[in-house]
């Protein structure tokens, strides 16, 4: 999973009177990941302060002067390296208020860029592929520097990177259509090169970004067409030099961007992880055209993981440095931070928050990716289920095809809709209808959706019963069951969809906490929720237990000592239980089935992070209510270990305080200037206070045994001894 968050303006630009270039030459990092050098494509060159957006300081060449390269700063002098007019070098530090008295050399061949890695050396790389570090050059400015490239071959793009103690310089040409890569090791001095397959005829690439990944150098790049392909290259096999010989350098279609009209013109991509892209300059999937957008995708699962709408014009230019993106757009230089999560298919699905019990009793019926993939046999069951039963009985009931199906759903009658649905259903493999049910999932939900009187409640029960279906193959569907108050098909989809958005988990929370009971009461549920929540209104009031050493009798009120021993405890049970003679805290503040429905919530896997923007869309007396459901649950649990039944949906003590934690985090204010909330919030905080304790306890406990380990035992001790142990 990916975010964009909110940007922010670094500083303004001249863009060129032209408008393809912002005026920006180049970004790079300085001595933190909080400072950067934005190079002007003429005079000037500034250091940034990033979080402060204010400039530390800015030096400007003399009129008539031009700086041809970015800017680098090298860390281990803590200096200032520039090229001007292509052959002049400049170096100078922060201190120096002008350029005229900086150290300047001029070189005999013209110079590409100049690239500096934190903590490396700079390195100078020449217009006709030549590569000298600067230290050597600068030893002898007039040295002669020879000719790699031929006469007709111009460099397009370079950059430096770092692999296995090794620095590398990557560069590619191109040559009437042709491009190569090259690959320059500096120590030893070899040069490789790698021939790019062709695309189509007059299509060259927009963009060029290259990683060190595994000892291979990865090199991803993006044509006008939209398609972005992935190439690497061994850095294991690097020998000698090959001479002029370019090897061809195979590729991979990573990602077929959408391009609405025509070719993309300003575009780039640029890498941000492994799993993750950062793309500017190309049209967000479900926008309009028209529009510049900011994208995240997701290489693996080839989705948007997120996007953001820029303004102004778009240069194709993008650089990231500590999580930031900069990007220039109009007369703006932005900077938006973002976020990557780890990818892998379980995030991709969701954070599942599951304990032991529910993954040991996970559905059978879910296809192995051998079996999508390899095509092997599932082992075939022996016990005929109801479903099995069900499914024989009606396989002679239809014979339409998916194509017949899925026409026959947009315009028919529903009882027509619903025979023809579970018909098909009933005589197909479910594991080989996988791919089909979302089709047919989808267009139930756009009829639904177009038509108010046309609803099939269990034809879509018995889809998402087969747990072929996810939140991503159809989007609209809780959202529909919402709409129509089926709340028993949104319980369903919040047990069996393992990829609902944050943003839809709290539409169904809001949609339950505001459900009144007179309608909760008419839902029918699945039983293991329900019998969970009445097997815990059902326990004692009275019965009160210890929980990870916490018992709410023990701390209502703020005992400077615990007590110790049985006695002790029975006394703080007696005069609790004459304190909360009326327990209001132990009566469930909302009716049994709206707390099942509120458990699924509780169950659902979630991301903190995207979860709390979308949490405080509650309103205060639903924040008041919900909070008070959750003190109900915390103090069942604190009081009896066994409420937390296994086998069953019931959400966990930890689950609990967790979206304790979020709500406090969403609406501190609104709880704090709210006097309903204030004895839930001192109930927590003793709880928390208790836990403390308890830690603190157990590592003097720790503290002492290992004291005990550490005493040496007498081999000999007498036939009767005393010893006395003083723990200190």
Known sequence: ???????????????????????????????????????????????????????????????????????????????????????????????????????????????????????????????????????????????????????????????????????????ITEQKGDHVLYLQRLNPNTLHRYRLEREEPGLFPLSFCATCRDEHVCLLYLYPNGHMYHSEVSMRGLGADEGAKALPLPRIRLLGLPVSEGVLEAATALVLD?????????????????????????????????????????????????????????????????????????????????????VSTAPASVPSWNNILHGEKAQPSTVETRKSRTSRRFRSLSCLTMDQVLALIKTAPVEEVQKEVEGLLSRTDLQGLQPSVGQIASTLVSRSLADPAFYTQSTLVQLVRTQSLCHSVCPDLVLLALERKDYFLCQLCLQFFPDIPEVVTCACLKAFISMPDVDAEKVSLEPDGVSFMKSLLAREDDQVGLQNGFSPALHDEDRSEPLVGSHAISQARAEDKEKNSTPSEQICPVSLNKAVLINEVLLTPYSGGFLLPHLKDLS?????????????????????????????????????????????????????????????????????????????????????????????????????????????
């Not at 007498?714 to 200190?728: A, C, P, T």
């Open 1 to 171: 999973m990916a975010a964009l968050y909110e940007g922010y303006t670094l500083c303004g630009l001249v863009p060129s009177q032209n408008l393809f270039n912002s005026g920006i030459r180049g970004i790079e990092a300085e001595r933190d990941g909080d400072h950067v050098i934005v190079t002007n494509s003429t005079r000037s060159v500034t250091l940034y302060k990033v979080s402060d957006q204010k400039p530390l300081g800015s030096w400007t060449v003399k009129q008539g002067q031009t700086l041809t390269c970015s800017v680098v700063y090298n860390s281990q002098t803590k200096e200032y390296v520039s090229v001007a007019d292509h052959k002049v070098v400049r170096i100078w530090n922060e201190g120096d208020a002008s350029l005229d008295k900086a150290f300047k050399a001029t070189v005999t061949s013209d110079i590409w860029r100049v690239h500096c890695l934190p903590g490396g050396k700079p390195v100078v790389l020449f217009q006709r592929g030549a590569v000298r570090l600067l230290d050597s050059l600068l030893a002898a400015p007039q040295q002669p520097i020879e000719e790699v490239l031929a006469q007709e071959e111009t460099i397009r793009w370079s950059t430096d990177l770092m692999a296995d103690s090794q620095q590398f310089v990557v560069f």
């Open 274 to 358: 492994d799993a993750h892209v950062a793309v500017v300059g190309v049209p967000h999937p479900s926008a309009g055209t028209g529009k510049n957008y900011l994208c995240i995708w997701n290489t693996n699962f080839q989705t948007v993981q997120a996007g953001k709408e820029i303004s102004g014009k778009i240069y194709g230019q993008l650089w990231t440095y500590s999580n930031k993106l900069f990007i220039p757009h109009g007369k703006t230089l932005s900077v938006i931070p973002y976020e990557c999560l780890k990818v892998s298919l379980a995030s991709a699905l969701g954070k599942l928050r599951q304990r032991e019990s529910e």
């Open 620 to 728: 205060s007396q639903h924040v008041v209510l919900f909070l008070q459901y959750l003190h109900f649950l915390y103090r069942k649990y604190s009081q009896d270990a066994s409420s937390q039944m296994s086998g069953v949906r019931s959400p966990s003590l930890t689950q609990v305080m967790d979206w304790v934690s979020l709500l406090l985090d969403a609406h501190f204010t609104v709880l704090v200037m709210t006097p309903e909330a204030k004895g839930l919030l001192l109930s927590f905080h003793r709880f928390v206070k208790s836990q403390v304790r308890l830690v603190s306890e157990l590592g003097k406990i720790e503290g002492g045994l290992k004291e005990l380990c550490n005493l040496k035992v007498k081999d000999d001790v007498g036939q009767y001894s005393i010893e006395v142990i003083e723990l200190l």
